[in-house]
T-cell receptor, first 116, second 114 residues
Framework: DAGVTQSPTHLIKTRGQQVTLRCSPI?????VSWYQQVLGQGPQFIFQYYEKEERGRGNFPDRFSARQFPNYSSELNVNALLLGDSALYLCASSSGLVWKVQETQYFGPGTRLLVL | DAKTTQPTSMDCAEGRAANLPCNHS???????VYWYRQIHSQGPQYIIHGLKNNETNEMASLIITEDRKSSTLILPHATLRDTAVYYCIASSNAGGTSYGKLTFGQGTILTVHP
């Protein structure tokens, strides 16, 4: 079975631009979480979506937004890019079979964003 | 989520067991201990998780102390491909605003030598 897929793999943008990153969860998984990993640090939680609704949010500014589609895929949008947004953006999916039960999250390969 | 503390780095000889410790002294009763690893520039890979009892799967074993304040991840026969950053995470299943959130620390850089 295919794992979590993300696109694009790499992306270069300039300050002030907007970017959209895409994630397809493991088939049958209903929950998607997004993480940001800057160089040298562990991943930091941004959002979690379940059944197309935001269910959790980390300490990130409103420039970061996301949505989940009926097929459970998800997009992460970042507006007004800053140099500090350069990072590896990771998507993770979990089955979401039982809401509010911590489930194992499986990560995709990530999208590496460079902001110049 | 409870804070976890791991050594910054560890070395292991190929073919030997790698024992990676983790302290989580403030863990609450409903928090699971998860282990992930991340090979350079790839997404984190799930290894194993547990609540109270020791767990084993095809990748590793997880030993949790009786008071649950610490745990050890054991890779029984380390190979060069096990060289990675290993993250120990205490995560609640209680839901709420922290649902879906894994709090990663700095992890342990495990280097397996030939």
């Amino acid at each position: 079975d295919a794992g979590v897929t993300q696109s694009p793999t790499h992306l270069i943008k300039t300050r002030g631009q907007q970017v959209t990153l895409r994630c397809s969860p493991i088939s049958g998984h209903k929950s998607v979480s997004w993480y940001q990993q800057v160089l040298g640090q562990g991943p930091q939680f941004i959002f979690q979506y379940y059944e197309k609704e935001e269910r959790g949010r980390g300490n990130f500014p409103d420039r970061f937004s996301a949505r989940q589609f009926p097929n459970y895929s998800s997009e992460l949008n970042v507006n007004a890019l800053l140099l500090g947004d350069s990072a590896l953006y990771l998507c993770a999916s979990s089955s979401g079979l039982v809401w509010k039960v911590q489930e194992t999250q499986y990560f995709g390969p990530g999208t590496r964003l460079l902001v110049l | 989520d409870a804070k976890t503390t791991q050594p910054t780095s560890m070395d292991c000889a190929e073919g030997r067991a790698a024992n990676l410790p983790c302290n989580h002294s403030t863990i609450s009763g409903n928090e699971y201990v998860y282990w992930y690893r991340q090979i350079h520039s790839q997404g984190p890979q799930y290894i194993i998780h547990g609540l109270k009892n020791n767990e084993t799967n095809e990748m590793a074993s997880l030993i949790i102390t009786e008071d649950r304040k610490s745990s050890t991840l054991i890779l029984p026969h380390a190979t060069l491909r096990d060289t990675a950053v290993y993250y120990c995470i205490a995560s609640s299943n209680a839901g709420g605003t922290s649902y879906g959130k894994l709090t990663f620390g700095q992890g342990t850089i495990l280097t397996v030598h030939p």
